[in-house]
């Protein structure tokens, strides 16, 4: 059975860093990533990355966020540095499984920037 874990939020001030962490089990998962949902508005993606390496990420966290995994582990994580208020939101693991194309999600975790 697949299960995806998050990890790694909080509470923040404007400028500083945070990071989230997920692990994902019961498979192998060729591209795992961050998408966030902040109140009033649509799951969005923030930035993710394949099994070998290629990353994808949000024009709005460009720069400051930078997003690595460990595939030996399942692990995605996502560093966030210098975090504004307009990043305060839930973030959601996602992991598509490599046998069956299915996309999982994690319970979120919310990560709050206050200013």
């Known amino acids: 059975q697949v299960h995806v874990v998050e990890s790694g939020g909080g509470l923040v001030q404007a400028g500083g860093s945070l990071r989230v962490s997920c692990v994902a089990s019961g498979s192998i998962f060729n591209v795992m990533g961050w998408y966030r949902q902040a109140p009033g508005k649509l799951r969005e993606l923030v930035a993710d990355i394949t099994s070998g390496g290629t990353t994808n990420y949000a024009d709005s966290v460009k720069g400051r966020f930078t997003i690595s995994r460990d595939n030996a582990r399942n692990t995605v994580y996502l560093q966030m540095n210098s975090l504004k208020p307009e990043d305060t939101a839930v973030y959601y693991c996602?992991?598509?499984?490599?046998?069956?194309?299915?996309?999982?999600w994690g319970q979120g975790t919310q990560v709050t920037v206050s200013s």
């Open positions: 996602y992991a598509r499984d490599v046998y069956n194309g299915q996309g999982r």
